[in-house]
C-alpha cells in the first residue's frame, strides 16, 4: 500500500518524468521536418529498384529466353543461381514487370511465388492456379486434382504461361522433386497450349536432389548471378542512398563503409541495404542530423546481434541445452566437461540426455553457427583436444534463453 501511495505521488508531482520529455523532442524533429529519410520505402526488401546496375547480362539473358511466348511459342525452361543477395528475385521480378507490360494480348500468363513463402507445395499450387483464374479450395483436394485443373485450365484457354518459382530448393527438400516432374512432362498433354518454368535458387547442391530427367528438362537454360563486387555494392548504395535520405545526409565515407562490410564475406546486396537502412535509423533514433561510420558500426553491431538472438531463438531444446552447458564455463571448457554439465542440466530438466558423440556433432553445428568457438589445442605429449567456448555475450544468452520456459528453472 505504501508502495502504490508512493508511485501516485510520483507520478503526479514528478515533472522531471521523461517520458513526455522524448515523446515531445521527437515529435518537435518531425515538425521541423529534420527527417533524414525521405524514402525509407525504397530500402525496404521487397521494394524492386527501377535499375539494376552490374545485372544488364542477366537481364538480357532471361529476357531473350523468355520473348518467345510473345510471339505465341514457349520459352525455355530456365534456372537462375546464385548466392544471397546477388539480386535473382529483384531481376526475375523486373523482368517479369516488363514481360507483363507487353502482355496486353491475352493468351500469355506470367505467374511468381516464392516457394519459401507459400510453405506447402499445395499452397504453391494453389496460388499458380489463382493466378491463372482458377479458384482452389484452401485444403482438400489431392496435389494431383490441383495439378489437373492447372493443366486443364492452361489447355482449354490455349495459354502459354511462364511460372516463376522463386527459392525453388525449399520445395524440393521438403517435398522432392514430383511436382516439378509432372510440370515438365506437361508439354504433350496441354500442346498447343505452354507451360515454362523459372527456377531461382542460392542452394546450388539441390541440383543433385533432382532427378536427371527433372535437371535436364528444368535446366535447358541456366543464368548465374556472381557476388557483387564492393565496387559494385558501393555504386548500387549510392544510387540508394540518393533517392532513400535527404540531400547530404549520408555522408560518402559511410556508403563506403557499408560496401566494405557487406562484401566481407561474399558480396551481398541485401545485407548492404539492410545496413544503409539500419545505420539511417540508429541516427534517426539518436537525434542526429548525418549518418556516418559510428552509425554504420552501431548498425552492423545491432544486425549481428538480432542475428544471434534470432539464431539462439530457433535452436532446438538439445542444443540450447548444450549451450547452457558451455556457458557454465567463464573461461571455456572441453567436450567431457560440457558433457558432464549437460548431463546435470538434462536431469534437472527432465529430458533424456543424448550420446556424447551426438553432443559432440552438435557442438560442431553451432560452431559453425558462429554460437560458440570449438578450436582444437595442442597438449604437448597428451596428445590434442577441443577447447569449447561460448562466443554470446552473456546478458543476450541468458535473456534469449530465459524466454523459453522448458528452460526457466535453469536460471
Ligand atoms: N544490381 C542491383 N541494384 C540495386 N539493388 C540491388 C541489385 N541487386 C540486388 N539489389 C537489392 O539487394 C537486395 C537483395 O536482392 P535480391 O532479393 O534480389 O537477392 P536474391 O539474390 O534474391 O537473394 P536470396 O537468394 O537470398 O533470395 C534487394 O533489396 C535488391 O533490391
Ligand atoms: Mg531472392
Request: glycine share 8%; hydrophobic share 40%.
Amino acid at each position: 500500500m505504501v508502495g502504490r501511495r508512493a508511485y501516485l505521488t510520483n507520478v503526479s508531482t514528478d515533472n522531471r518524468s521523461p517520458l513526455p520529455d522524448r515523446i515531445d523532442s521527437i515529435f518537435k524533429r518531425a515538425r521541423e521536418g529534420k527527417a533524414l529519410f525521405v524514402n525509407r520505402n525504397v530500402l525496404m526488401p521487397e521494394y524492386v529498384p527501377d535499375r539494376l546496375p552490374f545485372r544488364e547480362n542477366q537481364i538480357n539473358t532471361i529476357a531473350e529466353v523468355l520473348s518467345p511466348v510473345l510471339h505465341g511459342s514457349k520459352p525455355s525452361n530456365l534456372l537462375l543461381y546464385g548466392k544471397t543477395g546477388t539480386g535473382k528475385t529483384a531481376v526475375a521480378r523486373y523482368v517479369l514487370s516488363r514481360l507483363q507490360a507487353e502482355l496486353s494480348k491475352g493468351g500469355l500468363t506470367v505467374s511468381y511465388v516464392n516457394t519459401r513463402i507459400a510453405g506447402t507445395e499445395y499452397r504453391v499450387l494453389a496460388e499458380f492456379a489463382h493466378s491463372l483464374g482458377v479458384s482452389i479450395p484452401f485444403t482438400g483436394l489431392s496435389i494431383g486434382e490441383v495439378m489437373g485443373r492447372i493443366f486443364k485450365e492452361i489447355q482449354q484457354k490455349r495459354i502459354h504461361s511462364i511460372f516463376v518459382m522463386d527459392e525453388i530448393d525449399y520445395l524440393v527438400k521438403a517435398y522432392g522433386d514430383g511436382v516439378l516432374y509432372e510440370f515438365t512432362r506437361a508439354s504433350d498433354r496441354i500442346s498447343p497450349a505452354s507451360l515454362s518454368l523459372v527456377g531461382i535458387s542460392n542452394d546450388l547442391k539441390f541440383k543433385e536432389e533432382l532427378d536427371p530427367r527433372v535437371l535436364s528438362s528444368l535446366g535447358e537454360e541456366e543464368t548465374v548471378f556472381p557476388p557483387y563486387t564492393v565496387e559494385e555494392l558501393r555504386e548500387i548504395l549510392r544510387e540508394r542512398a540518393m533517392i532513400a535520405f535527404r540531400k547530404g545526409v549520408f555522408s560518402d565515407s559511410a556508403v563506403n563503409l557499408c560496401a566494405a562490410m557487406a562484401g566481407t564475406e561474399h558480396g551481398d546486396a541485401r545485407r548492404a541495404v539492410d545496413l544503409i537502412r539500419i545505420a539511417g535509423e540508429v541516427a534517426e533514433r539518436e537525434g542526429l542530423q548525418t549518418v556516418d561510420d559510428s552509425c554504420v558500426k552501431r548498425a552492423s553491431e545491432k544486425m549481428e546481434h538480432d542475428r544471434v538472438e534470432e539464431a539462439l531463438r530457433s535452436l532446438p531444446l538439445q542444443n540450447k541445452i548444450i549451450l547452457l552447458a558451455v556457458s557454465r564455463f567463464d573461461t571455456g571448457t572441453n567436450t567431457g566437461e560440457v558433457y558432464l554439465a549437460y548431463n546435470s542440466l538434462s536431469k534437472k530438466i527432465g529430458t533424456e540426455a543424448l550420446t556424447q558423440r551426438r553432443v559432440s556433432g552438435i557442438l560442431a553445428e553451432l560452431d559453425m553457427l558462429g554460437l560458440v568457438e570449438a578450436a582444437v589445442v595442442s597438449k604437448g605429449r597428451r596428445g590434442r583436444t577441443k577447447r569449447i567456448r561460448l562466443l554470446i555475450p552473456q546478458d543476450t544468452f541468458n535473456k534469449t534463453l530465459a524466454e523459453d520456459p522448458t528452460l526457466a528453472a535453469t536460471f
